[in-house]
């Protein structure tokens, strides 16, 4: 199973948005509604953001926010904030009850 | 409250075997898929499969066939992942996380706070 597609970073100014793709296949992204989003700081756990495409959990900001597409799907941070700064990755359930992580993104809040 | 507690970091020579725990509490076991995720260093995130502990059954990712087994022990509540045949492209840090609804489905909700294992001569 090949890791989803992310890009490598992305920047914005506090403020602004920003919205970071995650491009599969219709094995994995475009074929459910099981993709999530982990915000992961340095040397941290990752923790959940989005679950199911464009549900948050409890206790996240809804500046966060997940949408679908055909094979991409995609997570928009609006207002940035100094403390979003972070990793950034998807993940999408699979054939055969697997699962797979995009490469991560690394957001500059510049 | 909920929470996943990993057992200590662990150094090991390539060709041996590392098995890791994770403790979970404030929930019940058997209600949540576990899975078990992890991080090179300076790397992404890597899925490695999960176990049911309801019923003990297991499914590991094309990359770890083989060599991952996902265990768990009901009556103290934690589950196990070992891993055999150690590379040192093993190194990193593996997590456990919970499935936040019963089910292969579920994103991951609760995570452990991650064990190093590294692997080298």
């Known amino acids: 199973q090949s890791a989803l597609t992310q890009p490598a970073s992305v920047s914005g100014s506090p403020g602004q948005s920003i919205t970071i793709s995650c491009t599969g296949t219709?094995?994995?992204?475009?074929?459910?509604?099981?993709v999530s989003w982990y915000q992961q700081h340095p040397d941290k756990a990752p923790k959940l953001m989005i679950y199911?495409?464009?549900n948050r959990p409890s206790g996240v900001s809804n500046r966060f926010s997940g949408s679908k597409s055909g094979n991409t799907a995609s997570l928009t941070i609006s207002g940035l904030q100094a403390e979003d700064e972070a990793d950034y990755y998807c993940n999408s359930y699979t054939s055969s009850s697997l699962w797979v992580f995009g490469g991560g993104t690394k957001l500059t809040v510049l | 409250q909920v929470q996943l507690v990993q057992s200590g970091a662990e150094v090991k020579k390539p060709g041996a075997s590392v098995k890791v725990s994770c403790k979970a509490s404030g929930y019940t076991l058997t209600g949540h898929y576990m899975h078990w995720v992890r991080q090179a260093p300076g790397q992404g995130l890597e899925w490695m499969g999960w176990i049911n502990p309801n019923v003990d059954s297991s499914n590991y990712a094309q990359n770890f066939q083989g060599r991952v087994t996902m265990t768990r022990d009901t009556s103290i509540s934690t589950a196990y992942m070992e891993l055999s045949r150690l590379r040192s492209d093993d190194t990193a840090v593996y997590y456990c996380?919970?499935?936040?609804?019963?089910?292969?489905?579920?994103?991951?909700?609760?995570w452990g706070q991650g064990t190093v294992v590294t692997v080298s001569s």
């Open positions: 199911d495409v464009s």
């Open positions: 996380a919970r499935g936040y609804n019963y089910g292969p489905r579920s994103a991951l909700d609760i």
């Open positions: 219709s094995s994995d992204v475009g074929g459910y509604n099981y």
